[in-house]
Structure formats: C-alpha cells, structure tokens
C-alpha cells in the first residue's frame, strides 16, 4: 500500500507524531509531503519514511495525494481536503482534538463538508473559506474516515459529543502517540552527553520563526550565558531543537561552563532524555509524552505560543502543571487572549517586552530560577508520582493497536 502523510507545519509536535506512525507501518511505502519546519523534522529522521518530497506545488501534491492509497494526516487540514476531493480514504491523527476552538456549532461545520464540492482543492478550499483555521480541523475530522485523537482533559467530552449527534466518522482514542519502538531499544546507562537538557522544540508556526517574530529566541539567548552562571552544577548544557539547525548550530562557554545549541535526531534526543540528569522543555505535548513514557518528570519553559498555555492550563492539577514556568510569573496582568494566533502574538510580545527591559529580565531570571531549584528539590519518590499523574491523565489506548486496527499488514511486493 502507498500512504501518503502529512503533518500540520506547526513546531515539531505534530510531524514527530507522524514519525511515530510512520515507524508502524514499516514495509508500505510510506510517502512524505510537506515543507518548512515539518520538513526540516523528516529530513532528519529520514529513515521512518520510504520518499520525501519537500515543497511541492499545489498539483504535485493533488497528484501524490491521487496515485496514493491511503493519506494519513497529522492535523494537517488541507491534506485532508485534497484526499477527500481525491477520493482516497484519510486518516486524520490530532494530538490536540480538545484544543480547537470553535465560532459556530459543530453541527454547521458538518453541514458545510456535506455540501463540499469535489471538483478541484480549489473549489473545495472556497467553500471553507468562511471558517477558522480551528473550525478547518475539525472540518477534517468530519471529512475524515477516521480520526485517532489522543487523550487528554477534555478529549473524552469532546468524543461524547460527536458520537451523541453522529457527526463524523468513527473516532478512536489512543494513549502517546510517540515513537514506542525507539524507547524500548534506548541503550541502557547511556551517557547523555550533558548535564542539563533542554528541549525548544520546532518553534516555527503560523506566527513565529527563527528571524521573524523570534523574541522568544531573542530571551532565549540572553538567558543561556545566565543560566550558565547560576548554576555551576550544569557544566554540561545542551539547547536542542528547531531553531539550531544545519547553519544555525552555536556554543555559549561562560565561567569554565557551555552550552551546545544544536538539532538532534529524534532517537538520539530520546536517548539523552532517558539518562539525563535534569530535563526543560517547551511544554508541547508530544515532548512530554515521550519524557512521561520514559518516566521523566521535566521542568516546562514558559510558554511560546497559546497552545503551551492550554496545556499547562488543562494539567494544572498536576505536578508538572504547577511546577511549570509561565511569562505570569513576570507580568501577571497581561492580557493573552483566547485565541490561537492573538494569544501567541501577545506572548511574543511579552517576551519581546522582557528581553528589552532589564528590570523585567531581571525578575524572569530569578523567578525561573526559583522554578529551578523547586524542580531539582523533588525527591525520586515525589518524581515518580508527578509522572503517574500524567499517566493517569493522558492515558489511552496503545498506539499500535489502533494503527494495526485500521491500517492492513502490508502484503508482498509494492504497489505499481
């Protein structure tokens, strides 16, 4: 079987859940489209997929989309759409099936893919034209053959709800939707190369990039050589993720101490996060996941973009949800709205506000700092219950299952 995949070109969440089941259909030809950071992800994990094809135009996609079996899309809208106006089946995978939100009932948004004209992408794409980048997610659900949406709070409501009106097709909720296989053959007692990791994941979205509305970068660098000097424990740091890739790799050396900013893989990050002392990330939900089934409790950096202050908002009855950093911690009073792009443009411009002015740079310092020190003052014991919390909330269904359920073993010798 051909399986065309796609993931939606926001940070890295999305295209390492594709990775992840991309490497559970080993023996298909496994075809990749897609540009910008979710390309730059599968170029370095090349090995989960049998083509990459990077930045085609419209029509190369429509026909990759055609001469495919299958199309799975990991919140991908618009590959969705050119497999319904292909014809193909299309599964669409959505790490944040709770998240989207929506102007009007889920009931209009059903009504319109009803009345989706089949002709070209183009027609298809104005008749969506009314809804909002979140109503087109769901959209995609409803378009959908079938939906594998991993847990978290509220995804179960959001579940009731569809199967109550029959909207959509047959939803199926799964656990982490994370490369398992690679974290059962990390090797054991691996150096991790560092004392402390960092993870900022992808970065890049529909707002932010790594020279375009990069403030948080721009903190993120004045922070580094800080960190360095208040910590002499950390000799070791190393900064991975989106923004230190090929071209763009750099060392900070402060005090006798450095810090190594740089892309990993994705095994390889798995690896330093199985055995590294202490771990940060940017609280994205598929980082956590794989920290979570490693039995890692990290420490979440303040959040990019709205998404992160959704998650940390929903697992604020957790461990990691209390202990996480927040721009709060700095301007308590700044309004983000509630919405996906002016939420994550005002966070942009708080972290450009707190990079500017040395007073506020100065209290995000010592109040991370203090988020810190209370992270390295857990005990084991009260570790390993922080991570049974999330467990208890994010669990699921394994992966596997659900993918063998609706993806056939492939059959001897290849398609065409």
Known sequence: MRIVMGAQNCGFGPVAELVAVSRLLAGHERVFVGDGVSALFARR????????????????????????????????????????VAGRPVVMVDSLFAFWLLRRPVAAVRDLCGSLPRSSFAAADRHLAGLSPH?????????????????????????????????GPEIHLTGSIIDLEGLRHLPVD????????????????????????????????????????????????????????????????????????????????????????????????????EAMALGRLPLALPEQHYAHVFTIRRLADTLFGRAAGRFADVLPHYPVPEDDFAGTAA????????????????????????????????????????????????????????????????????RR
Request: overall charge negative; charged content about 25%; aromatic content about 6%.
């Open 190 to 289: 691996a150096d991790p190369g560092c004392d402390l990791l960092i993870n900022v994941g992808g970065f890049q979205n529909f707002l932010l990039d790594f020279d375009v509305n990069n403030d948080y970068l721009r903190l993120l660098h004045r922070w580094i050589p800080d960190l360095l000097r208040d910590w002499p424990r950390f000799a070791r740091v190393l900064v991975c993720g989106g923004p230190f890739g090929p071209g763009r790799e750099r060392t900070v050396s402060v005090a006798g101490r450095r810090a190594d900013c740089r892309l990993l893989a994705q095994r390889d990050l798995l690896r330093r996060v199985a055995a590294v002392p202490d771990y940060l990330l940017a609280p994205g939900l598929t980082a956590l996941h």
């Open 45 to 84: 994990n090349a090995d989960a997929f049998d083509e990459i094809h990077e930045a085609p135009g419209s029509a190369s996609i429509d026909d990759l989309v055609e001469a495919g079996d299958l199309v799975i899309s990991v919140m991908d809208a618009d590959l969705v759409l050119r497999a319904a």
């Open 347 to 414: 966070i942009a411009r708080i972290a450009g506000r707190i990079h500017d002015d040395d007073g506020l740079y100065r209290r995000f310092r010592a109040t991370f700092n203090e988020r810190i020190e209370h992270h390295l003052s857990l005990d084991p014991e009260r570790r390993t219950e922080g991570v049974r919390e999330l467990r208890e909330a994010l669990g699921g269904d394994p992966l596997p299952s659900v993918i063998a359920r609706l993806v056939p073993r492939p059959t001897a010798g290849r």
């Open 135 to 167: 109503e087109r997610v769901v959209a995609a659900h409803l378009l959908a053959t079938h939906s594998v949406v991993q847990n978290f709070p509220g995804v179960p409501k959001r579940v009731a709800e569809f199967a109550a009106f029959g909207i």
